[in-house]
Structure formats: C-alpha cells, structure tokens
C-alpha cells in the first residue's frame, strides 16, 4: 500500500536558519505529492504540491522537489521565520486508480518550532 | 467561493457517552467528503470518506460511524466514546477535478 514517511522531530531552529525536513514515500504508479502545514490550533492549510517526477512546487518561500529515483519530495526553505513555527505533513495521493484513488496518506508530521 | 465548516471546535465528553461532529461545505455541489483523525503525537489517520449521499467508506474498524444525510453534510457519530476516541477531527472536502484537499479548523475531542 502507499505510505509516506517523515524524519522525526520536533525541529528546533533559530531564526533565518535554512530548514530541511525529510520526505520519502512509496506508492503504486504516479503519485501527486504535497506539503500541508498546520498552524497552532488550526487545520491543515495546503503549503505547495507537485503532480510529476522533476516538478517543483513553492509558496511563502517553501520549495520542494517531486524526486522518482529516490522517491522523496523533501521541504527546504532558505531562511525561517518565528511565524514558521507549525506542525508541517508531507502527503500523497495515488493516482493509480483501484481503492487507493483520490485518497490522502499523510505522513505522521513534523514540528518545527522557530526561535528569535 | 468554497467554504467547508466544522463544529464545535473543542468537545469534553464523559466514558460511554454519544458523540456527533457535523461538517458541511458551501459553495460547491458533489464534494468528497472525508473524516481525519489526529491522535496526540501521531499522524493523520483516513477514519471514512463519502463520494455521495448515503455512500460511506470506513477505512479503519472502530468506534466510530459516518453519515452524509444531505449533498454537503457529513456527521461523525458514537453511540458511546471510548478513551482512545480522543483527539483531534478533521473533515476535508475535494473536488473531482481537483488533487488537493481543503480542511475544516477541526475538533479537538478529549474524553474523560
């Protein structure tokens, strides 16, 4: 079945520090890719996607890369802000079709914390 | 534009008591419609997802029911909650058409 997997946090950095949280996944054909982030005591809001092999999705500074041969779409952001500071998912959803299709498999999350 | 409403926001309810969370989207016609749950320190996990009235996929054996009485309702139901019922409810919406989801603000359920 699809799974996704996260590197475990939580994250700790300081302000404008580059971060990198890990993403790799496995899934049958040609998974869509996503980032959702999850402000405190909110719902998850959608960060960035990709939909195919090489695509780069980007929003508020976030960026990642949809990679087949290592089958990761990790997130990178080149300087964090203390209002960065969320619990961010990485997530697929297969395109294969059968019972899978149109489904979400998220990842179990990160949190990342930003300090000044 | 489309909106997807979820209440209450926090819920405090005793052992063996009944449960229902109400969701309901605006602005869009023949949504799925999913329920997530968010246990604490965990991941998301897919609990049902409707593609139409009346049509409901349970995705892990549980506690738990769904119904989608009406086109852009969906309810979460317990005759009677368990401990391990708490945690944080999320009911999402997306479109055929569409790969993303949108998310309600959710409900956070503790169980006493």
């Known amino acids: 079945g699809n799974s996704v997997t996260q590197m475990e946090g939580p994250v700790t950095l300081s302000e404008e520090a580059f971060l990198t949280i890990n993403c790799t996944y496995t899934?049958?054909?040609?998974?869509?890719l996503f980032w959702y982030v999850q402000y405190p005591g909110e719902g998850l809001q959608l960060l960035l996607k990709?939909?195919?092999?090489?695509d780069k999705g980007s929003n508020k500074g976030f960026e990642a890369t949809y990679r087949k041969e290592t089958t990761s779409f990790h997130l990178e952001k080149g300087s964090v802000q203390v209002s960065d500071s969320a619990v961010y998912f990485c997530?697929?959803?297969?395109?294969?079709?059968?019972?899978?299709?149109?489904?979400?498999?998220f990842g179990q999350g990160t949190i990342l914390t930003v300090h000044p | 534009s489309q909106t997807i409403h979820q209440w209450p926001a926090t819920l405090v309810q005793p052992v063996g008591s009944p449960l229902s969370l109400e969701c309901t989207v605006e602005g869009t016609s023949n949504p799925n419609l999913y329920w997530y749950r968010q246990a604490a320190g965990r991941g998301l996990q897919l609990l049902f997802y409707?593609?139409?009235?009346?049509?409901i996929s349970s995705e892990v054996p549980q506690n738990l029911s769904a119904s989608r009485p009406q086109d852009r309702q969906f309810i979460l139901s317990s005759k009677k909650l368990l401990l391990s019922d708490s945690g944080f409810y999320l009911c999402a919406w997306s479109g055929d058409l569409t790969l993303s989801y949108t998310f309600g603000s959710g409900t956070r359920l503790t169980v006493v």
């Open positions: 409707s593609v139409g009235i009346g049509q």
């Open positions: 990709a939909t195919k092999a090489d």
């Open positions: 899934a049958t054909g040609y998974p869509s």
């Open positions: 997530a697929l959803m297969s395109n294969a079709g059968g019972t899978s299709y149109g489904k979400l498999t």
